[in-house]
T-cell receptor, first 115, second 109 residues
Framework: EAGVAQSPRYKIIEKRQSVAFWCNPI?????LYWYQQILGQGPKLLIQ????????DSQLPKDRFSAERLKGVDSTLKIQPAKLEDSAVYLC?????????????FGPGTRLTVT | GNSVTQMEGPVTLSEEAFLTINCTYT??????LFWYVQYPGEGLQLLLK?????DKGSNKGFEATYRKETTSFHLEKGSVQVSDSAVYFC????????FGKGNQVVVIP
């Protein structure tokens, strides 16, 4: 079974530029999560999708971050414009059963550096 | 809200030594508790879980017991191997997961 795929693996941009990350969850997984992991900290949930609807985006900085999951499969997370403090690893995870949160499968992450 | 505190700093130990990583939590309600592991170059993986007080989660020789009286979920392994070198995260929640900062474990041959 293929795991969660993410691209790119690494991205370096200057502040005020825009960037987008892509995630392809495990086939059949209805729930998709985006996390932000700043160096030295644990992952923090940014947004959770159930199929193509948003379940929880309470910790998403909506003035600059946006995410979509068209057709309930792939997802894209965008930052526009980026700030220095957005430097982090962005993790995508998916799960089959949304009511069992620990059954999340994580992708390798995208490491973003904002200069 | 829910939060998790892990002991500070990396952990370096010799092969076959005993490993303990402390985790304490603050929570409302009755959340589940988890340990996740991140091996070098790989994504986070669930290591073990406990869903209620006094439950013991175990996997790959690792154990952790859900202690409600001390609000703790310490991770232990009796004899570590070099292959256990990784970053370990304690987490809790029922819907949204709250993660600790993680502890890097380095096992020296």
């Amino acid at each position: 079974e293929a795991g969660v795929a993410q691209s790119p693996r690494y991205k370096i941009i200057e502040k005020r530029q825009s960037v987008a990350f892509w995630c392809n969850p495990i086939s059949g997984h209805a729930t998709l999560y985006w996390y932000q992991q700043i160096l030295g900290q644990g992952p923090k949930l940014l947004i959770q999708f159930q199929n193509n609807g948003v379940v929880d985006d309470s910790q998403l900085p909506k003035d600059r971050f946006s995410a979509e999951r068209l057709k309930g499969v792939d997802s894209t997370l965008k930052i526009q414009p980026a700030k220095l403090e957005d430097s982090a690893v962005y993790l995508c995870a998916s799960s089959l059963v949304p009511s069992v949160p620990h059954e999340q499968y994580f992708g390798p992450g995208t490491r973003l550096t904002v200069t | 809200g829910n939060s998790v505190t892990q002991m500070e700093g990396p952990v370096t130990l010799s092969e076959e030594a005993f490993l303990t990583i402390n985790c304490t939590y603050t929570a409302t309600g009755y959340p589940s508790l988890f340990w996740y592991v991140q091996y070098p170059g790989e994504g986070l993986q669930l290591l073990l879980k406990a869903t209620k007080a006094d439950d013991k989660g175990s996997n790959k020789g690792f154990e952790a017991t859900y202690r409600k009286e001390t609000t703790s979920f310490h991770l232990e392994k009796g004899s570590v191997q070099v292959s256990d070198s990784a970053v370990y995260f304690c987490a809790l929640g029922n819907n949204r997961l709250a993660f600790g900062k993680g502890n890097q474990v380095v096992v020296i041959p």
